[in-house]
């Protein structure tokens, strides 16, 4: 049995739901070959984009000649029957490589390990539905497509498919475009994979129906698990062409494109057909709208008198917005999709945080965390969990050994915890040594589902660390009666994607948790205290000379 990604189980139920009929499986290499050069299957028939499923390669028997397909929760959802199989190389896609190894430590230790192996082999062949998959929220709203076909009939339909929230130039796009064909709209929000903006699918869905009261009322939403082609040489062409399959099997007539950057578009700027070999319906290009401040209404920017018109928030403009809790214009958003936006991705001050410690035994981690979670505590802004190694070591992952793959759950499990936490608003500080770079990355992509994740870096070198040591393990590891000790016998992973990096050789440790406080202040976590400075107790950031304090990359958002 085969535990599927989520991308891969929204393949598959596209697969057995007939969205992507004629197909019956998964592609082998001659269909993938001529869909590359053609736009065909092998046989002819149009077909756009390659589905295909890639596995590790030893979760399968070399004879084995069928592979049971299951969800993350270990039910049995498909047969798939192996016509073909080749071997591929290792996927060195940082993102692909932290969604598999979340999935497979999601499901057992085992799965975790065999993800990370560096064979892959891609299946081919046709699969059989064991039974109907399992839906979360709206449910309702998922609905098969000869159901919708059948509904549409006898129109045009014009679809769009989206993974950002509907703003008022989509709306005034829809609207336009719709009257010109005489169409009834189809919006088909794309749930598979994180949503531009509001990173969660549920909140995607959300947003389009506030949008949706701004429509036609006869518009449809039905929310589709199409998973982004982001692998493919050109993504945007491929996600599009992706989609033309998807609408069409709704019982789309036509697909609205917003073109920019995709190929065959008639410059990105202009409205028109575009020239995409092998989808099964027309896809039109929006063109290029803006703002008219003086009428206020969005409209193609050739209607806009030179130098008036007023460009869209980028979703890092949005973003910053929704961030600081400022409010969202007007002219951009309706009221009921910006209170969708706010709700889906609230101030900083008020949304769950994880604040995950790494670094070497005795570097100071755990001290400051303590030190960290008494002065959140103190404020009384928000719950506080504090994840210390040893605690965790001793009650969430009691009986597991220091090898890479118990390691790896370990912070996996971590991870899992924390973002419950960050889920209901509150602050989870985690102070592991979390050696490896993939499995700190397989963290912070949980948390980052649910709310904020910043990453402290503590780089006390390891000789400090050796003699701030009381029980002697630095002694005993070099001595090699302590095998795999992190630092000595065994590597770590120095972060390169730290929000702030400490060296609490050069720093006090209150010095050291002013600078966390100073940072979680400056980027708006916490507000900063009434007559304070934003430098906690006026002394945030300060330290003796020599030391290390650096603010590390952008956050990750929401």
């Known amino acids: 049995m085969y535990t599927l990604g989520e991308a891969q189980l929204g393949d598959l139920e596209l697969l057995t739901s007939g969205v992507f009929a004629p197909l019956r499986g998964f592609m082998d290499a001659a269909d993938v070959a001529t869909v590359d050069v053609r736009g065909t299957l092998a046989d002819g028939t149009p077909w756009p984009v390659p589905v295909i499923l890639d596995v590790p390669a030893d979760v399968i028997p070399p004879d084995a000649d069928h592979l049971v397909l299951q969800d993350q929760e270990g039910s049995p959802l498909a047969v798939l029957a192996i016509t073909e199989r080749l071997a591929r190389p290792a996927p060195d896609d940082p993102a692909a490589a932290s969604s598999a190894a979340a999935s497979s430590a999601a499901a057992s230790s085992a799965a975790a390990s065999s993800a990370a192996g560096p064979e892959v082999v891609r299946l081919a062949g046709p699969v059989t539905a064991l039974r109907e998959p399992e839906h979360g929220p709206f449910r309702l709203l998922r609905r098969r497509p000869g159901e919708v076909r059948a509904e549409l009939s006898g129109g045009n339909v014009l679809a769009y498919a989206t993974r950002r929230p509907l703003n008022k130039r989509h709306i005034g796009q829809l609207r336009h475009f719709a009257s010109q064909l005489n169409a009834r709209l189809l919006v088909l929000p794309l749930i598979s994979g994180p949503a531009d903006v509001v990173t969660r699918p549920e909140a995607l869905v959300r947003a389009v129906l506030a949008?949706?009261?701004?429509?036609?009322?006869d518009t449809l939403v039905i929310p589709v698990p199409l998973a982004s082609r982001a692998a493919e040489p050109d993504a945007k062409t491929a996600d599009l062409r992706a989609a033309a399959v998807a609408a069409a099997a709704y019982g789309a007539t036509h697909l609205l494109a917003d073109a920019p950057g995709v190929a065959g578009s008639p410059g990105g700027t202009k409205p028109g057909p575009l020239d995409l070999p092998g989808v099964p319906i027309p896809v039109i290009s929006a063109g290029e709208w803006a703002y008219d401040p003086r009428s206020e209404v969005w409209r193609p920017l050739a209607?806009?008198?030179?130098g008036a018109e007023q460009g869209e928030l980028t979703d890092s403009e949005l973003g910053a917005l929704l961030d600081s809790g400022a409010e969202i214009p007007a002219w951009f958003a309706?009221?009921?999709?910006?209170?969708?936006?706010?709700?889906?991705?609230?101030?900083r001050a008020e949304r769950g945080l994880a604040i995950f410690f790494t670094g070497l035994s005795g570097s100071g981690k755990s001290t400051v965390a303590r030190g960290l979670a008494e002065?959140?505590?103190?404020?009384?802004?928000?719950t506080v969990s504090l994840l210390d190694g040893d605690q965790v070591r001793h009650l969430l992952s009691a009986g597991l050994t220091f090898s890479r793959a118990d390691r790896d759950l370990n912070i996996a499990r971590i991870g899992y915890v924390a973002a419950e936490v960050a889920r209901h608003g509150g602050i989870a500080i985690c102070a592991p040594i979390a050696p490896y770079a993939q499995a700190r990355a397989t963290a912070r992509e949980m948390v980052t589902e649910v709310g904020d994740f910043l990453l402290i870096y503590v780089?006390?070198?390891?000789?400090v660390c050796a003699a701030r040591d009381r029980k002697g393990l630095y002694a005993k590891a070099r001595a090699g009666l302590i095998k795999g000790f992190t630092g000595v016998s065994d590597p770590y992973e120095e972060p390169r994607d730290a929000d702030l990096v400490l060296d609490t050789s050069t720093m006090t440790r209150q010095q050291a948790v002013d600078a966390v406080l100073k940072l979680l202040i400056t980027g708006g976590w916490l507000a900063e205290a009434s007559g304070e400075s934003a430098e906690p107790n006026g002394t945030a950031g300060s330290r003796t000379s020599g030391s290390t304090l650096r603010l590390g990359p952008a956050v990750r958002r929401l």
């Open 211 to 217: 949008a949706r009261q701004h429509l036609p009322a």
């Open 303 to 306: 209607l806009i008198e030179p």
């Open 334 to 347: 309706p009221p009921s999709v910006a209170r969708e936006l706010r709700r889906a991705r609230p101030p």
């Open 375 to 382: 002065a959140l505590i103190e404020r009384g802004d928000r």
């Open 459 to 463: 780089s006390t070198p390891v000789d």
